[in-house]
């Protein structure tokens, strides 16, 4: 605030003095594109914020990385072991179980979650009542904390679903479906949905709310049907927050963490346990180096994922 | 008119609160618009699809203020027969509510302030400087760490907080702040490259500095984007479960979200006072929302409008 006077009060002398400095200012401004000189506080705005980073984010993944090639328990001596980790990464069936959990429940949540979120954007735009108010309630999830509301969720699970569902007779659900190796699954998508639609329905609003009218009114007198103009218009116009909401999406479906210790904490059995997971669960038994190759096959996973949504996404957006 | 141009942003920022509706009345799909037909088909199912939000979230609130006793008898949806609020008095002395909402509270405000700060900061830098080539690799720099799966940093960032004497709620924070800037700067930046360069040549032209046309031009055109920006980083902190859990290793300095977890382990029969408890950890968080949902609503919308 107190800059902010300063630095009017400066405006206004310099402009009072007048000629000669606004005219070489605006002789800068007209060559900008070519041999422009870079002003220092441009490098005082980037530098901390790329020096912070470098140390909070880049030091511990090459850290890491690198102690994955050891024998590190996370403290004390370790010596460089070669690729031991890796093999043994690779032929531990609890890690693949947990690799191929995580990676289906990210593919099947992100569909959940961005078809849901795509219509209901589309619907709370289109002329419906109570909008205000639909909305406010639509976005409420994404203000609460996953772990608790795994845990009111998971009181839900496992007393009121089976009471409803023996109250009505329907055999497969009086059971708990959270002890059900089988059906577990079921219950986070189902939780990391409800969490997850509201950011991704916020930027699907911004989305359709930025497709001019007249585009509609245009195809409306071409006599286009409102599923062709959802096609034609609304998908493609909205490709770039399709393809934002699909990429962070996934990324955070693959780091599931919270919900699933809340829900089901990884059982029954193993049969819930993400690679967030065994990787976290390492770290307390010690097996820190193990767990860090795991965590390394894991970014090289999550990057690949990432290269290929992109690519597909980017080819759609050009059709 | 040139004096003009730094104070209109300001107007449209606060202004906007109001004008959400009008916004979405003048730029979003004028399809039957005029027409005052309202779709009660989508209507209804809208509101069906609304109470599967609403259901959780009322079981929460109806199992708090119920007894022990009742709470137990596994029937959710039933409402407080005597009710009670012993489940929040034993609630607040079991968490020390004051003490954890207190840390909570610094790590989001911390948080809050500093991806603002520091989002915007470097996304202006960047989006006017594209033509080098340090600020155009710093942004895929940045943007690389949204692909870097947070488990494959936690242990090395545990002990490196600890060296740092950072295992505490400041380290939380300033993790916090780091994992924002990704998706903050790269919100910043799309919203700069909107913003016609005229405006802050103009401004140049007038005499004012880089960091006069950043403060008094730029910062206040981005309101609405920092709005959007604060509120995903408050409710990225305020919601952090795992960050805290592995950071801070003074149990007494432990956020909210964290201290839940005994309710699983030592309580876990007493349903009124769990619930209870997790009803005062949402709170704040339902309480900020209702309050500037409409600030999210309309940066969100102009964001993508500009």
Same mark, same amino acid.
């Given at each position: 605030?107190? !800059?902010? !006077?300063?630095?009017?009060?400066?405006?206004?002398?310099?402009?009072?003095?007048?000629?000669?400095?606004?005219?070489?200012?605006?002789?800068?401004?007209?060559?900008?594109?070519?041999?422009?000189?870079?002003?220092?506080?441009?490098?005082?705005?980037?530098?901390?914020?790329?020096?912070? #980073?470098?140390?909070?984010?880049?030091?511990?993944?090459?850290?890491?990385?690198?102690?994955?090639?050891?024998?590190?328990?996370?403290?004390?001596? #370790?010596?460089?072991?070669?690729?031991?980790?890796?093999?043994?990464?690779?032929?531990?069936?609890? $890690?693949?179980?947990?690799?191929?959990?995580?990676?289906?429940?990210?593919?099947?949540?992100?569909?959940?979650?961005?078809?849901?979120?795509?219509?209901?954007?589309?619907?709370?735009?289109?002329?419906?009542?109570?909008?205000?108010?639909?909305?406010?309630?639509?976005?409420?999830?994404?203000? $609460?904390?996953? $772990?608790? $509301?795994?845990?009111?969720?998971?009181?839900?699970?496992?007393?009121?679903?089976?009471?409803?569902?023996?109250?009505?007779?329907?055999?497969?659900?009086?059971?708990?479906?959270?002890?059900?190796?089988?059906?577990?699954?079921?219950?986070?998508?189902?939780?990391?949905?409800?969490?997850?639609?509201?950011? !991704?329905?916020?930027?699907?609003?911004?989305?359709?709310?930025?497709?001019?009218?007249?585009?509609?009114?245009?195809?409306?007198?071409?006599?286009?049907?409102?599923?062709?103009?959802?096609?034609?218009?609304?998908?493609?116009? !909205?490709?770039?927050?399709?393809?934002?909401?699909?990429?962070?999406? #996934?990324?955070? #479906?693959?780091?599931?963490?919270?919900?699933?210790?809340?829900?089901?904490?990884?059982?029954?059995?193993?049969?819930?346990?993400?690679?967030?997971?065994?990787?976290?669960?390492?770290?307390?038994?010690?097996?820190?180096?193990?767990?860090?190759?795991?965590?390394?096959?894991?970014?090289?996973?999550?990057?690949?994922?990432?290269?290929?949504?992109?690519?597909?996404?980017?080819?759609?957006?050009?059709? | 008119?040139?004096?003009?141009? *730094?104070?209109? +942003?300001?107007?449209?920022?606060? =202004?906007s609160?109001?004008?959400?509706?009008?916004?979405?009345?003048?730029?979003?799909?004028?399809? =039957?618009?005029?027409?005052?037909? @309202?779709?009660?088909?989508?209507?209804?199912?809208?509101?069906?699809?609304?109470?599967?939000?609403?259901?959780?979230?009322?079981?929460?609130?109806?199992?708090?203020?119920?007894?022990?006793?009742?709470?137990?008898?596994?029937?959710?949806?039933?409402?407080?027969? *005597?009710?009670?609020?012993?489940?929040?008095?034993?609630?607040?002395?079991?968490?020390?509510?004051?003490?954890?909402?207190?840390?909570?509270?610094?790590?989001?405000?911390?948080?809050?302030?500093?991806?603002?700060?520091? %989002?915007?900061?470097? %996304?202006?830098?960047?989006?006017?400087?594209?033509?080098?080539?340090?600020?155009?690799?710093?942004?895929?720099?940045?943007?690389?760490?949204?692909?870097?799966?947070? +488990?494959?940093?936690?242990?090395?960032?545990?002990?490196?907080? =600890?060296?740092?004497?950072?295992?505490?709620?400041?380290?939380?924070?300033?993790?916090?702040?780091?994992?924002?800037?990704?998706?903050?700067?790269?919100?910043?930046?799309?919203?700069?490259?909107?913003?016609?360069?005229?405006?802050?040549?103009?401004?140049?032209?007038?005499?004012?500095?880089?960091?006069?046309?950043?403060?008094?031009?730029?910062?206040?055109?981005?309101a609405p984007m920092s709005a959007t920006v =604060?509120i995903?980083?408050?409710? @990225?902190?305020?919601?952090?479960?795992?960050?805290?859990?592995?950071?801070?290793?003074?149990?007494?300095?432990?956020?909210? *979200?964290?201290?839940?977890?005994?309710?699983?382990?030592?309580?876990?029969?007493?349903?009124?006072?769990?619930?209870?408890?997790?009803?005062?950890?949402? @709170? *704040?968080?339902?309480?900020?929302?209702?309050?500037?949902?409409?600030w999210v609503m309309a940066g969100v919308t102009q964001g993508?409008?500009?």
């Amino acid at each position: 605030m107190a !800059t902010t !006077t300063t630095e009017s009060v400066t405006t206004a002398g310099r402009r009072r003095r007048g000629g000669a400095a606004p005219r070489l200012q605006a002789g800068t401004a007209g060559t900008r594109r070519k041999g422009r000189r870079l002003d220092p506080l441009f490098l005082a705005f980037l530098l901390p914020t790329l020096v912070l #980073f470098t140390l909070a984010i880049t030091l511990p993944a090459v850290m890491g990385i690198v102690l994955s090639f050891t024998n590190s328990v996370g403290f004390g001596e #370790f010596r460089f072991t070669g690729l031991t980790n890796y093999v043994a990464v690779f032929s531990d069936p609890a $890690i693949l179980q947990a690799y191929l959990f995580t990676i289906g429940f990210s593919l099947v949540t992100v569909i959940v979650v961005n078809a849901v979120a795509f219509l209901l954007a589309i619907a709370l735009t289109s002329k419906v009542r109570g909008k205000i108010a639909l909305r406010a309630v639509f976005v409420l999830p994404m203000v $609460i904390s996953g $772990i608790v $509301i795994a845990y009111v969720f998971s009181f839900l699970f496992a007393n009121s679903l089976p009471a409803l569902a023996s109250a009505i007779g329907f055999a497969p659900l009086e059971q708990s479906i959270l002890a059900n190796p089988d059906l577990a699954w079921i219950a986070i998508v189902v939780v990391t949905a409800w969490q997850a639609i509201p950011s !991704t329905l916020l930027i699907y609003i911004a989305g359709v709310l930025s497709i001019p009218g007249e585009v509609y009114e245009a195809a409306a007198l071409d006599g286009a049907s409102s599923w062709r103009q959802l096609i034609s218009i609304t998908a493609p116009l !909205t490709a770039g927050y399709i393809l934002i909401n699909l990429v962070i999406g #996934f990324k955070n #479906f693959l780091n599931s963490y919270d919900i699933i210790v809340g829900l089901t904490d990884g059982g029954p059995g193993t049969s819930t346990t993400s690679v967030a997971m065994s990787i976290f669960k390492g770290f307390n038994g010690g097996d820190y180096a193990y767990q860090m190759a795991n965590a390394t096959i894991f970014f090289v996973i999550a990057v690949v994922i990432a290269v290929i949504q992109l690519r597909a996404t980017r080819g759609k957006a050009a059709l | 008119m040139t004096m003009q141009a *730094p104070l209109r +942003p300001g107007t449209t920022a606060t =202004g906007s609160i109001r004008s959400v509706d009008a916004d979405r009345n003048a730029g979003g799909r004028s399809a =039957g618009r005029r027409g005052g037909v @309202a779709n009660w088909p989508v209507t209804i199912v809208l509101v069906v699809c609304a109470l599967s939000v609403l259901v959780p979230l009322y079981v929460t609130v109806t199992m708090a203020f119920k007894t022990t006793s009742q709470a137990v008898d596994g029937n959710a949806f039933s409402l407080p027969a *005597p009710f009670s609020v012993d489940g929040f008095v034993q609630a607040w002395q079991l968490t020390d509510f004051p003490r954890a909402f207190g840390v909570s509270v610094l790590v989001a405000a911390i948080t809050v302030a500093g991806t603002i700060l520091l %989002a915007s900061f470097t %996304a202006y830098a960047i989006a006017r400087n594209w033509d080098r080539r340090l600020f155009r690799w710093s942004f895929f720099y940045l943007l690389a760490a949204m692909f870097l799966p947070f +488990p494959v940093l936690a242990l090395s960032q545990v002990k490196l907080t =600890g060296l740092a004497h950072l295992d505490n709620p400041i380290g939380v924070a300033i993790l916090h702040v780091m994992f924002q800037l990704s998706f903050s700067v790269l919100l910043f930046t799309a919203f700069l490259r909107s913003i016609p360069a005229e405006l802050e040549e103009s401004a140049r032209i007038d005499g004012a500095s880089t960091g006069q046309v950043f403060w008094r031009l730029v910062f206040p055109l981005l309101a609405p984007m920092s709005a959007t920006v =604060g509120i995903f980083a408050f409710l @990225a902190s305020w919601n952090d479960f795992v960050m805290p859990s592995l950071i801070t290793s003074d149990p007494a300095l432990q956020t909210l *979200p964290v201290l839940q977890q005994m309710f699983q382990t030592q309580f876990s029969n007493n349903y009124n006072v769990s619930f209870a408890s997790y009803l005062m950890a949402m @709170a *704040p968080a339902i309480i900020v929302y209702l309050v500037t949902q409409r600030w999210v609503m309309a940066g969100v919308t102009q964001g993508a409008i500009k």
